[in-house]
Nanobody
Framework: QVQPVESGGGLVEPGGFLRLSCTTS????????IAWFRQAPGKERERVSC???????YYADSVKGRFTTSRDNAKNTVNLQMNSLKPEDTAVYYC?????????????WGKGTLVTVSS
């Protein structure tokens, strides 16, 4: 079992950037597919990105070209670099781990970190 822990959320102005990080203790994140999901008030949960155990990456159309997910295996971390942020990116972002990438039903969820994009 793996327990992801997110960090890096905060308040940023439109057009700005943030980097979210996901880590865990007692397990290796590179043994898992790691996804970032987000949920905004009144909206459905959305998978933003996923990096498979073999390092294939997948992105939602809404973030392609702006967000990048990557592994730092030396730090046992998966990052989500978010550039050109928009107000509609405001949401709680969750790091999620499982054997493979999926749009739903992934098993191990972190508690989330809030990203607010506002001037």
């Amino acid at each position: 079992q793996v327990q992801p822990v997110e960090s890096g959320g905060g308040l940023v102005e439109p057009g700005g950037f943030l980097r979210l990080s996901c880590t865990t203790s007692g397990s290796r994140l590179d043994d898992y597919a790691i996804a970032w999901f987000r949920q905004a008030p009144g909206k459905e949960r959305e998978r933003v990105s996923c990096i498979s155990a073999s390092d294939d990456t997948y992105y939602a159309d809404s973030v392609k070209g702006r967000f990048t997910t990557s592994r730092d295996n030396a730090k046992n971390t998966v990052n989500l670099q978010m550039n050109s942020l928009k107000p509609e990116d405001t949401a709680v972002y969750y790091c999620v781990a499982d054997i493979w990438c999926a749009r739903s039903g992934m098993k191990y969820w972190g508690k989330g970190t809030l990203v607010t994009v506002s001037s």
